[in-house]
Structure formats: C-alpha cells, structure tokens
C-alpha cells in the first residue's frame, strides 16, 4: 500500500481534525455514487477503498501511540467496532457527519450495523420510509441482534395507521396529524369569533 498520508495528501504532522477533513473531501470527490453510468466508476470504487484503508492506517497507527494530538478518530474502519464514532455523532446530533462518513462505506461492505445506523440518522430527520427500509436490511441481515429487531419493531408501529408522529421540537411531547388539523381548526374559528374573517 502506498504511504497513507501521502495517498490523503497531507503532513504527517497533521492533527486529527486536518485528517478528517482531508478524509472527508477525498471521500465527497471519489465516492462510487458520484459515477453511477460512468466507465469510471470502478476506479472510483477502487480510489475510494483506498481512502478508507489509508485512513485506517493512519488512526489505527495514532491510537496505538503515534497520536500526539490527542482527541478521538472519526470515521468507518471496518466492522461493528468502526461505527462507534458515528453512533457518538448520531447520539450528539450530528446527523450530516455522521451521514457523511456512512456514505464514505463502500456498498460491498455495509453490514447489518450500517444499515442499523443509516436507520438511525434516517429515522431522527424525520425519513420514516427510508429508515423503515435500513431498519428492515439490518434485521434482515442479523436478525439475532434485539437493537436492530426494537429498532425495526418501533417503525413498524409507526407505519400502522394513525402511527406516523412528527416531533421536531425536541421537547418530548409527540403532535399527531390530528393534533396539527385540531389546532388549525381551533386557530379559524378564533380569527372567525374575533372578527377579522381570516
């Protein structure tokens, strides 16, 4: 394998954060998806891997004792234990980080876990379908593991009839399609007792 720094085009005395980034805009610029009908979409695919690996090279090569910059790793390094710093962006809110660095994880090898946390990121931006689906090939794929069948066994109650809630304002309480139609009709018939014919 070719130096690893060199194949991310940075320093070796770069900090984690250039290292990310690098990461990140190689991944944005190679991935497979942007060369969907192109010819060259298997050297894509081929670029790609080889981000990944120099990029797990270099992380596992810091946390080993090489990191004098301290701080954490963030991005796919193959298997469950790869996902643990998107499940910490998952859990902290950022939702397009850790969007981006599942998008980064060549298709041959997205497992149960990735599908488990696309899911995830799918379901928190309100994505409900499209989660059921990541959900359903997670459960599918390992259908031993309670996370992913509690994960799926939720979305399937909120697809049944009257089950869709929406709860963008982080206050815990749930508002149903039902509750938004009440409200609207107790909001016209206060413009209508008041007066202004709104």
């Not at 070796?12 to 805009?25: F, G, L, M, S």
């Not at 060259?40 to 080889?50: I, N, R």
């Amino acid at each position: 394998m070719r130096d690893p720094y060199s194949v991310l085009g940075i320093d070796r005395n770069a900090d984690e954060n250039q290292i990310r980034e690098a990461y990140r805009a190689l991944a944005r610029k190679y991935h497979p998806d942007n060369y969907a009908d192109n010819p060259l979409s298997d050297l894509a695919g081929e670029k790609m891997q080889e981000i990944n690996d120099a990029y797990d090279e270099i992380m596992k090569n810091r946390k080993r004792g090489g990191n004098r910059q301290g701080g954490s790793s963030a991005g796919y390094s193959g298997g469950s234990s790869g996902y643990a710093d998107i499940r910490s962006m998952i859990s902290s809110g950022r939702y397009d980080q850790a969007q981006e660095l599942l998008d980064g994880v060549p298709p041959a090898k997205r497992d149960a876990e990735w599908y488990f946390l696309n899911g995830s990121v799918l379901y928190r931006r309100g994505w409900f379908d499209a989660a059921y689906t990541s959900f359903n090939n997670a459960c599918n794929m390992d259908p031993g593991n309670p996370e992913y069948r509690d994960a799926f066994a939720q979305m399937k109650r909120r697809r049944a009839p009257g089950g869709y809630r929406v709860n963008n304002t982080g206050s815990g309480s749930d508002c149903t399609a039902c509750d938004i139609c009440a409200g609207l009709m107790c909001a016209d018939c206060l413009c209508r007792c008041c007066g202004s014919g709104c």
